[in-house]
């Protein structure tokens, strides 16, 4: 049987690990289509040994012939053009966060609950998590199945990166005239952060942490944050579960860690937490894991696995994950390979 995938964002930060991981899975596929912007049209990629040419999203039959489509293009373009992919007979995975809490769309993370895609998803489009939550996701079901999780406190570390190209280009930029001013960092600060622009993230990132991540809410918390709550709780199937999220950007190139506490309804050890989480898929657990060692490796990794020290149904623990990988492009083809294992495409 013939399937044809297309890559939408193909160009992008995202976009260049789904197409990188298509090729080292050996995904089933004997046709790739790549799409971008007007401005990419044209631009020839490799894959598999040749190359692929760019084409616009706004080309009338780009999904023609097209069984899935994984979308990394930001929100707009999946609301307006993931309907026509499936008006094409596809079936959408979209990386963004346009679709993720709408009832009919289910929203996955494979190792928690790839069977919410045991049939094909009401509107042909099924879900990737935002980054942060995909990567707490899996030691926090790992523990929920063993102790029954009732409550988050949930503190991200987030990468440059998972502002995409964008985010990381201008922490590059930042970086060689803030070390050549390293004075000026220690002496005035202040001054120090305005000889660089900020764009992207809330403030000047290089040398520093940014405790505004996202666009501000009436309730005083960022959609990034509002992200952790309800996803969470859509993934893990816990509509009640207590959230307590904030998010924070540090200079990172890829990888997000979270530092988490949380709470169950049954006393919890240090031992019986690792015993829990070892040798649950995709996951490993380590000392001290930090972003910049798993960046590029497909495992979330855990570690600090602590008791809270006063309330015995209470743990502390950190994770890490590559925010392009788990984090999005690894849990998009992930996805993929669950719709051709139950037939669907
Ligand atoms: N970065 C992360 O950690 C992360 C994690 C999870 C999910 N996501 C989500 O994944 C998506 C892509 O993120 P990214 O980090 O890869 O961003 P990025 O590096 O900025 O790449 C954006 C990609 O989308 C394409 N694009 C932009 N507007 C488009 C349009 N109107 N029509 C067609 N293509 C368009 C761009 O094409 P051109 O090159 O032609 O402009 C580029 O290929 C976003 O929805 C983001 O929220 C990102």
Not at 116 to 128: H, L, S, W, Y
Not at 294 to 310: I, K, P
Request: proline share 5%.
């Amino acid at each position: 049987m013939s399937r044809s995938v297309a890559v939408v964002g193909a160009t992008g930060a995202v976009g260049q690990d789904l197409r990188r991981l298509l090729e080292e899975r050996e995904f089933p596929c004997d046709e790739v289509v790549f799409v971008a912007t007007q401005r990419s049209a044209g631009r020839r990629l490799p894959f598999r040994g040749g190359e692929v040419t760019v084409r616009a999203i706004d080309d009338a039959d780009v999904f023609e012939g097209v069984d899935i489509a994984l979308f990394s293009a930001g929100g707009t373009t999946s609301i307006e053009h993931a309907p026509r992919a499936v008006a094409a007979g596809a079936i959408v995975v979209d990386n963004s966060s346009a679709w993720r809490m709408d009832p009919d769309v289910p929203l996955v993370v494979t190792e928690v609950n790839a069977g919410t895609v045991a049939q094909r998803p009401p509107k042909g489009i099924i879900a990737n998590p935002n980054c942060t939550t995909m990567v707490a996701m899996l030691p926090l079901k790992a523990l929920h199945d063993a102790f029954g999780l009732t409550e988050v406190v949930a503190t991200s570390y987030q990468a440059a990166g998972g502002a995409g190209q964008k985010g990381i280009d201008e922490l590059e930029a930042q970086v060689e005239p803030l070390f050549a001013e390293r004075d000026l960092l220690r002496r005035d600060g202040a001054a120090a952060a305005k000889l660089v622009e900020s764009q992207v993230h809330a403030n000047t990132l290089a040398f520093n942490v940014v405790p505004l991540l996202g666009a501000l809410q009436d309730n005083g918390y960022t959609d990034e944050e509002m992200k952790l709550q309800n996803e969470s709780r859509k993934i893990l199937g816990l509509p009640d579960l207590r959230v307590s999220p904030t998010c924070v950007r540090v200079p990172v190139m890829v990888g997000h860690a979270i530092a988490v506490r949380a709470r169950f309804e049954r006393e919890v050890t240090a031992d019986a937490a690792l015993d829990a989480m070892n040798g649950f898929p995709g996951m490993v657990v380590d000392e001290a894991p930090t972003p910049l060692e798993w960046a590029g490796r497909d495992e979330v990794a855990v570690g600090r696995v602590r008791r809270d020290l006063q309330d015995p149904r209470a743990l502390n623990f950190w994770v890490t994950g590559d925010n392009l990988l788990k984090g999005a492009a690894l849990n998009t083809v992930q996805i993929a390979e669950v719709l051709v294992a139950n037939g669907l495409v």
